[in-house]
C-alpha cells in the first residue's frame, strides 16, 4: 500500500530513518504521449501541452533527491523556462519526494555529500525565484527537502490519502539550515512554524492545507488535471509584472539563500548529523 513507512534503513530517501513503500513499477517512468525526456534515465518527464510545462519526477521509488535528479529537474526547468510556460511540478503515485538521498548525504563522500547538499538548496533558491508560476501536484508523501520543494512552489495541490508532510531533521539530529526555516517561515502560519521546524511534526494533507504547507486537496486521480487547469489559468497573468512582484515578494528569502550558499562552499558537513 502506498504511504506506509518500512524500517529499511538500507533503502535511500530524505534524511528519514524510515524508508516509503510504494506501488511495484515493474516499467520504470512512461512519458506520456507527446512529451520529452528533460533528464538522466527518465528521473524527470516533460510534456508541454497547452501552454503549460509539467514535470513529473519518477525515480521508480520515492523520487529520492540525488545528484541525478538535481541535474534532471534543473534540466527541465530550463526546458520550462525557454518555453516561457507555467509548470506543474509533479511526483509518481504514492510520493511526491522523501527528500535527500542518503546514500549520497550519510556516504563515506563529504565533499559529494556537501554538493548535494548545495545543489538542492540551489534548486529550492531557483524554484522560489522562477520567472513563470510553478504549481505542485504533490501526489503523495513530502518529506524534508521534498517538503521544501512544495513550499517553493507558488501555489500547491495535494491529493488525498494517507500521506505525510514533515520535516523529520531535528528528529534525526541535523539542524536546519536558516534559509529553510525562512522558507517555511513564510509559508506556514506562525502557531504551526514551531511544530513543523523544530518539533519534526508529521501533518496530513488536510492538515496541511490548515497550516499553510499546501493550499488545496483534490483526489488523488484528479491531481495532475486539477494543477494543469489552475496552471492554465496562471498563464493569464502578465509575466513581467509577475516576475517584478515575486522578487519584490521574496528577496529575502532569496538573499539569505545565496548568503547560505555562498558561506557554505567552503564548509564541510553541511547537513551531517550531530552524534553527540
Known amino acids: 500500500m502506498a504511504g506506509v513507512y518500512s524500517p529499511e534503513p538500507t533503502s535511500a530517501n530524505g534524511p528519514t530513518s524510515a524508508t516509503l513503500r510504494t506501488p511495484a513499477d515493474p516499467g520504470g517512468p512512461v512519458l506520456p504521449s507527446?512529451?520529452?525526456?528533460?533528464?538522466?534515465?527518465?528521473?524527470?518527464?516533460?510534456?508541454?501541452?497547452?501552454?503549460?510545462?509539467?514535470?513529473?519526477?519518477?525515480?521508480?521509488?520515492?523520487?529520492?533527491?540525488?545528484?541525478?535528479?538535481v541535474t534532471?529537474?534543473?534540466?527541465?526547468?530550463?526546458?520550462?523556462?525557454?518555453?516561457?510556460?507555467?509548470?506543474?511540478l509533479a511526483g509518481r503515485p504514492g510520493?511526491?519526494?522523501?527528500?535527500?538521498?542518503?546514500?549520497?548525504?550519510?556516504?563515506?563522500?563529504?565533499?559529494?555529500?556537501?554538493?548535494?547538499?548545495?545543489?538542492?538548496f540551489a534548486l529550492?533558491?531557483?524554484?522560489?525565484?522562477?520567472?513563470?508560476?510553478?504549481?505542485?501536484?504533490?501526489?503523495?508523501?513530502?518529506?524534508?527537502?521534498?517538503?521544501?520543494?512544495?513550499?517553493?512552489?507558488?501555489?500547491?495541490?495535494?491529493?488525498?490519502?494517507?500521506?505525510?508532510?514533515?520535516?523529520n531533521e531535528t528528529a534525526i539530529g541535523i539542524p536546519l539550515p536558516v534559509p529553510a526555516i525562512e522558507l517555511?517561515?513564510?509559508?506556514?502560519?506562525?502557531?504551526?512554524?514551531?511544530?513543523?521546524?523544530?518539533?519534526?511534526?508529521?501533518?496530513?494533507?488536510?492538515?496541511?492545507?490548515?497550516?499553510?504547507?499546501?493550499d488545496r486537496v483534490v483526489d488523488a486521480g484528479e491531481l495532475v488535471a486539477a494543477a494543469r487547469e489552475h496552471a492554465r489559468g496562471l498563464a493569464g497573468l502578465n509575466f513581467a509584472a509577475y516576475r517584478i512582484t515575486k522578487q519584490r515578494t521574496w528577496k529575502s528569502t532569496v538573499d539569505t539563500f545565496a548568503a547560505y550558499l555562498e558561506g557554505s562552499r567552503t564548509r564541510r558537513g553541511i547537513l551531517r548529523p550531530i552524534t553527540e
Open 95 to 120: 510520493v511526491f519526494s522523501a527528500g535527500f538521498d542518503l546514500k549520497t548525504l550519510t556516504g563515506e563522500d563529504a565533499a559529494a555529500a556537501d554538493q548535494l547538499a548545495l545543489s538542492g
Open 124 to 167: 529550492i533558491s531557483r524554484l522560489v525565484a522562477f520567472p513563470a508560476p510553478v504549481v505542485a501536484a504533490c501526489s503523495g508523501h513530502a518529506i524534508a527537502l521534498g517538503a521544501l520543494i512544495l513550499a517553493a512552489c507558488d501555489y500547491r495541490l495535494g491529493a488525498t490519502g494517507d500521506y505525510k508532510l514533515v520535516m
Open 184 to 214: 517555511l517561515r513564510q509559508r506556514l502560519h506562525p502557531s504551526v512554524l514551531h511544530r513543523a521546524v523544530v518539533l519534526a511534526e508529521t501533518f496530513s494533507p488536510a492538515d496541511a492545507v490548515a497550516g499553510g504547507w499546501l
Open 34 to 69: 507527446g512529451s520529452h525526456n528533460a533528464g538522466m534515465d527518465s528521473l524527470v518527464s516533460y510534456d508541454l501541452a497547452d501552454g503549460v510545462a509539467t514535470l513529473t519526477m519518477d525515480d521508480g521509488k520515492v523520487n529520492a533527491i540525488s545528484p541525478a535528479m
Open 72 to 88: 534532471a529537474l534543473n534540466a527541465a526547468l530550463d526546458r520550462a523556462e525557454a518555453d516561457g510556460a507555467p509548470v506543474v
